[in-house]
């Protein structure tokens, strides 16, 4: 089934010039990117976004870190786009993604972990229509 993701590519990446080795990366894996643009979230922003997290002791720390500085949303397309890219991300903590995967390459620690996926059809949706209009997607 082709489906679309929302991928982030976080602060900690994009202030280390590594847009275009992770763009690569996903590309190589065959993803499609059909919408991309460079943003600095709020504060407010951030914690919307985040907002199925904001019962964890981590938020106000997450938060604070996406905000921090300019990150890369993108939108991509793809047969089983959303576990293909969640996949090739690695695990949430960089110490334990697998060889090969972005944050096993690039993550500083499990809050720095240099990209954000969907993690199921339904985040999928309200995570790219956070960021996307239907004019800025592709078709
Ligand atoms: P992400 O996939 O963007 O989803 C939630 C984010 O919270 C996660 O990646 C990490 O950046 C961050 N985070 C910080 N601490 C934790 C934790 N203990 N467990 C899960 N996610 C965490």
């Known amino acids: 089934m082709t489906q679309r993701t929302l991928s982030i590519i976080?602060?900690?990446a994009v202030a280390r010039n590594l847009e275009?080795?992770?763009?690569?990366?996903i590309q190589e894996a065959g993803l499609k990117i059909i919408a991309i643009k460079m943003v600095h979230l709020s504060l407010e922003e951030a914690r919307g976004f985040y907002a199925v997290h904001q019962q964890r002791p981590f938020f106000d720390?997450?938060?604070g870190y996406m905000s921090s500085g300019p990150v890369v949303v993108s939108v991509l397309e793809g047969e089983g786009a959303i576990d293909k890219y969640r996949?090739?991300?690695g695990a949430t903590?960089?110490?334990n993604a697998e060889q090969g995967t972005i944050r096993k390459a690039y993550a500083l620690d499990i809050e720095k972990n240099?990209?954000?996926g969907s993690d199921a059809p339904e985040t999928a949706e309200t995570e790219v229509a956070y960021f996307?209009?239907?004019l800025e997607m592709v078709r």
């Open 93 to 95: 903590n960089p110490e």
């Open 20 to 25: 275009g080795a992770i763009l690569k990366m």
């Open 87 to 89: 996949k090739i991300m």
């Open 61 to 63: 720390s997450l938060t």
């Open 114 to 116: 240099s990209v954000h």
């Open 132 to 134: 996307f209009s239907r």
């Open 10 to 12: 976080k602060p900690d």
